[in-house]
């Protein structure tokens, strides 16, 4: 497909549903390899959607918070990942979700301090 052709299939195409998407990682492995449900993911990702409604940005065309199971980048857990920009993050602690919430998912600035390195992987 020409650009052209890329370029008009996606002016054609209706508004996202979401405006953004976050996924958390809430993989648990039994064998006891590394995993971000090991490190909190659960309740970041609690935290992030309660953050998400209590500060009105929940919905369609808005946001939505999402649980994934393995997203197979374990080096840097616990992660997330917000669509459609596909900005991986590594958090801390609630705070660092805080700054997700508010810098990225309603205002549309990537958090680089909390961007997971392009080689972290498995």
Known sequence: MTDTANTANAAAA????????????????????????????????????AQVRALGLAGPGQVRVNKAGCLDRCAGGPVAVVYPEGVWYTYVDLSDIDEIVTSHLRDGRVVERLCLAPDVGR
């Open 14 to 49: 209706p508004p996202p549903y979401y405006r953004r998407h976050i996924f958390f990682c809430l993989n648990e492995r039994a064998n006891g390899e590394a995993c971000c449900a090991q490190q909190g993911a659960r309740q970041a990702f609690d935290h992030c959607k």
